[in-house]
Antibody
Framework: EVQLVESGGGLVQPGGSLRLSCAAS????????MHWVRQAPGKGLVWVSR????????NYADSVKGRFTISRDNAKNTLYLQMNSLRAEDTALYYC???????????WGQGTLVSVSS | DVVMTQTPLSLSVTPGQPASISCKSS???????????LFWYLQKSGQSPQFLMY???SRFSGVPDRFSGSGSGTDFTLKISRVEAEDVGVYYC?????????FGQGTKVEIK
């Protein structure tokens, strides 16, 4: 069974940092591109970032470019999102998701909540 | 960015009746490989999104055949032939062809 379990969310002050993790199991992690998607409270889904199978290619939404860094450790079956210079508008539930085909994702984690507030 | 526009934004359906959601993209989603990278998701209350359809009309594993997708280019439709109580939630279309991938605003489906 495919499982994605996010962790690392929490309350942080504006300008602060957090590192999210996503532990994957039930599939060959190193074979799949992976994504982060976020959802602000009561709002819709917004794509954040993606990474290819070996970590050599990454892409970001303009809203997070230069502040967030996606990475992966295939030996640990874990996806990461390093979030720096956090802003109030980054407040959201952050999901990791497995790529199925052309950025369509098939499995999602349960999400980890990031709250940016003073 | 490609803008995905869904209509209607909310829908109230009698169980057993059909439902239809439209999704329009601001650019064509047809790839040179002949495939169209348009996806549909359902997010039930308090849950993570679940994958329904890929490449416009292919149902993901386990998705009931009362769900169907159609369309081409920039105009797409998700249809539920006979709505059941378990189908309530917010439906999102998403394009994966152009970076960044973008979602529609969501269509909330409820039961009358």
């Amino acid at each position: 069974e495919v499982q994605l379990v996010e962790s690392g969310g929490g309350l942080v002050q504006p300008g602060g940092s957090l590192r999210l993790s996503c532990a994957a199991s039930g599939f060959t992690f190193s074979n799949h591109w992976m994504h982060w998607v976020r959802q602000a409270p009561g709002k819709g889904l917004v794509w954040v970032s993606r990474i290819n199978t070996d970590g050599s290619t990454t892409n970001y939404a303009d809203s997070v470019k230069g502040r967030f860094t996606i990475s992966r450790d295939n030996a640990k079956n874990t996806l990461y999102l390093q979030m720096n210079s956090l802003r109030a508008e980054d407040t959201a539930l952050y999901y990791c998701a497995r790529d199925y085909i052309w950025n369509g994702v098939d499995y999602w984690g349960q999400g980890t909540l990031v709250s940016v507030s003073s | 960015d490609v803008v995905m526009t869904q209509t209607p934004l909310s829908l109230s359906v009698t169980p057993g009746q059909p439902a239809s959601i439209s999704c329009k993209s601001s650019q064509s989603l047809l790839h040179s490989d002949g495939k169209t990278y348009l996806f549909w998701y359902l997010q039930k209350s308090g849950q993570s999104p679940q994958f329904l359809m890929y490449e416009v009309s292919s149902r993901f594993s386990g998705v009931p055949d009362r769900f169907s997708g159609s369309g081409s280019g920039t105009d797409f439709t998700l249809k539920i032939s006979r709505v059941e109580a378990e189908d309530v939630g917010v439906y999102y279309c998403m394009q994966g062809l152009h970076l960044p991938p973008t979602f529609g605003q969501g269509t909330k489906v409820e039961i009358k």
